[in-house]
């Protein structure tokens, strides 16, 4: 399985960005994905998770509530991340990450391939 995260960058306190996240080698319809973060010194933290199934259930870390959504499309094989009304504290690595179990689990052990990661920045 191969994910190919992209679409970060440098931005300014309230903009936005579309992180993009492609899958191949696997059956992208059958998995849930997650984004995760991590800044420099911290821990990789959850962001939000979106189930496999028709409901395509999702789940946000409190922190990113109301400001980031997450969405897929199976036909191709790519799960974003759209982040508005960014904030200093949203500046990290961004990872996507394939969970077989079909759900949106918080911790990180239960997610098996990782992308490579996509550096956000945000400037105050």
């Known amino acids: 399985v191969q994910l190919q995260a992209s679409g970060g960058g440098l931005v300014q306190a309230g903009g936005s960005l579309r992180l993009s996240c492609a899958a191949s080698?696997?059956?992208?319809?059958?998995?849930?994905m997650g984004w995760f973060r991590q800044a420099p010194g911290k821990e990789r933290e959850f962001v939000a998770a979106?189930?496999?199934?028709?409901?395509?259930?999702?789940d946000y870390a409190d922190s990113v509530k109301g400001r980031f959504t997450i969405s897929r499309d199976n036909a191709k094989n790519t799960v974003y991340l759209q982040m508005n009304s960014l904030k200093p504290e949203d500046t990290a690595v961004y990872y996507c990450?394939?969970?077989?179990?079909?759900?949106?689990?918080?911790?990180?052990?239960?997610?098996?391939?990782w992308g490579q990661g996509t550096q956000v920045t945000v400037s105050s």
């Open positions: 990450a394939t969970n077989p179990y079909g759900t949106t689990p918080h911790s990180p052990v239960l997610y098996d391939y």
């Open positions: 979106i189930s496999w199934g028709a409901s395509r259930s999702t």
């Open positions: 080698g696997r059956t992208f319809s059958s998995y849930a």
